[in-house]
């Protein structure tokens, strides 16, 4: 396992290396049309190794941690070296850490800036900590790893933490989560399905610990997965012993409105030896390993998206482990091509090991929403909670476009019958404008709980245009609350109503494109972010295409299922109100 492990790392670092090579030799309007760039940026504010610039639109790839160039665009590496630590979606301003590593921090000429993708070679670390762990036979990680760790419960402990959970007010299956969370020796698994109250439980088993005298480290994969966390930690309890190690030097107001105190470096807590909580992601939790930071319990949230290498670094700083998440949903990104099973997430390697306990009630989905993606990816295990089965969307009288937004059908797929299309189709793209338009002028629903997504970039930036186009011709004010995201950037959020637009209509073209359009992970998060309402928009050629291999096969039948067994409109009538 060591081997595979290394040649993992190995080919990441390669394909991130041939990566950054391709970009830098793109023209800028490609590295912007591919995600990799962000251009026509302003500095709002700089000083102290901190920038602060505004984007009228950001629709790159960029995610908070990520390393990146700010310069002028025309040679990616005479830009200024910095890191991604905060992107305020609704201000359209994203906070940017200098790289101290390179001297002191320039000012920067005020003007448009562009933001370009920068390799991070965090490997090494990585393959450290494989080495270390396989150094012999019998370290606890290795023998995690290979299925080799007892997990039978501790009865009279899990006895006591049943009692305890249902005090807590948690619900049959969270109860038997948290109570074998606490009960096993040293690992449990905790499958947490949309809108299951994972991160409640989270909290709720970290105040148990707490009340036990330990030191629980929270570790996920991003800053945003660890600051959810804490928050919700802290609005159910004192957050006295909270602590965030973020080295960005971002105020993050948020935190210390919460009362979560910041500390730039894991040596800030090394000599810390209360009870207490510690918020970081994996690669803070790696170096927390190395210089040598203790904890009792190491909590990983999203584990779903985190790479095997990643979570074996952070499982150093403790000999216990949690691990929340759900293979369901998207797994890690992977920059390289591979062929052994170690591109799958530590969860997904986990579960197929040893018991985990899946939560069973959601109270995000009405019954309609629920019932497909359940029986399709949760063994018809997940159910709404009563409050959220009976939940319908709320409309006022009159209206248009009724047939596709009647309460009484909370999923229903548009047939939009155009043919051609690959990554945009401003057919589907005008349909999606006019219904959000819809709901929020004539039905008066809240802009915040509308949603759009897309598998593509193109189509978010097609259906953002169309928004803004025909809310403009209609004097019509919308907030920038309203989200159109690509699936990856709407995970783990929730919307009333959510449209999802498929775009392709090129059978050819989505073949070549199968694993990626017809990944069952994503189609599953896709549909489960609506609480009422969800709205599928596509070409009958969606459905149409060939598959190449058994596994092309089942995804793509698992989309004509889906067209199958939800009720259907047709695109035309829609079509013909939006010219009235």
Not at 177 to 192: D, N, S, V, W
Not at 385 to 400: F, I, M, T
């Amino acid at each position: 396992m060591r081997d595979s492990l290394l040649r993992y790392l190995e080919r990441e670092r390669l394909a991130e290396l041939r990566a950054s090579r391709e970009l830098k030799n793109l023209p800028l309007s490609e590295r912007v049309e591919c995600g990799e760039a962000l251009d026509g940026l302003t500095m709002l504010s700089q000083g102290n190794g901190a920038y602060v610039v505004r984007a009228a639109e950001h629709l790159a790839k960029f995610r908070e941690g990520d390393l990146l160039w700010l310069g002028d665009g025309r040679d990616v590496e005479t830009g200024v070296p910095v890191r991604l630590t905060r992107y305020d979606a609704v201000a359209k301003t994203l906070n940017l850490d200098y790289d101290f590593r390179d001297g002191s921090a320039p000012l920067l000429q005020y003007g448009t800036l562009v933001l370009d993708r920068r390799s991070m070679n965090t490997g090494e670390r990585f393959a450290m900590a494989v080495h270390e762990i396989f150094r012999g036979d019998t370290h606890p990680i290795a023998r995690c790893l290979e299925g080799k760790l007892i997990s039978d419960d501790d009865e009279k402990t899990r006895r006591e933490m049943m009692k305890i959970a249902r005090e807590r007010g948690l619900d049959r299956s969270q109860t038997e989560a948290f109570a074998r969370a606490l009960a096993r020796p040293a690992m449990h698994l905790i499958q947490g399905p949309p809108g299951t109250g994972k991160t409640r439980l989270i909290s709720e088993i970290l105040d148990e610990c707490v009340a036990r005298g330990e030191r629980v480290a929270v570790v996920a994969y991003t800053h945003r997965a660890v600051d959810q966390v804490l928050l919700k930690f802290a609005e159910r309890f004192a957050t006295k012993k909270t602590v965030k190690i973020d080295s960005s030097r971002m105020e993050a107001a948020e935190l210390a409105a919460a009362g979560i105190r910041k500390v730039p470096s894991v040596d800030r807590i090394i000599n810390i030896k209360d009870s207490g909580v510690f918020g970081m992601t994996t690669h803070s939790a790696a170096r927390a390993a190395e210089r040598g930071a203790a904890f009792d319990r190491v909590i990983f949230d999203e584990a779903g998206q985190i790479p095997i290498p990643h979570a074996i670094a952070s499982m150093r700083c403790a000999p216990k482990w949690i691990f929340v998440g759900d293979h369901a949903q998207l797994p890690p990104v992977v920059s390289g091509e591979h062929q052994d099973e170690h591109k799958i997430s530590i969860f997904r390697h986990l579960v197929d090991r040893y018991p985990s306990t899946m939560l069973e009630i959601t109270y995000r989905m009405n019954a309609g929403i629920c019932n497909f993606p359940s029986r399709q990816f949760y063994g018809a295990r997940l159910q709404p909670s009563p409050e959220a089965a009976e939940r319908l969307l709320k409309l006022k009288k009159g209206g248009r476009f009724r047939a596709a937004l009647d309460p009484n059908k909370p999923c229903v797929l548009v047939d939009v019958d155009h043919r051609g299309a690959a990554m945009r189709s401003r057919r589907e793209a005008a349909i999606a404008a006019e219904l959000i338009i819809e709901m929020i002028v004539h039905h008066k629903l809240d802009p915040a709980e509308c949603a759009a997504v897309a598998p593509f970039r193109a189509q978010v930036m097609a259906i953002r245009e169309q928004l803004e186009q025909r809310a403009a011709k209609r004097k019509i004010k919308l907030t920038g609350a309203t989200i159109i995201e690509t699936v990856e950037r709407i995970q783990g959020r929730e919307r009333e109503f959510v449209i999802l637009s498929l775009a392709s209509s090129d059978p050819d073209w989505l073949a070549s494109q199968s694993e990626f359009y017809y990944l069952p992970n994503r189609l599953n998060v896709a549909l489960t972010r609506a609480r009422t309402k969800c709205i599928i928009l596509a070409s009958p050629l969606a459905f149409a295409v060939r598959a190449r291999t058994l596994a092309e096969l089942k995804s793509i039948r698992l989309f004509q299922d889906l067209r199958d067994s939800i009720p259907r409109v047709d695109g035309t009538g829609i079509e013909s109100e939006i010219e009235n």
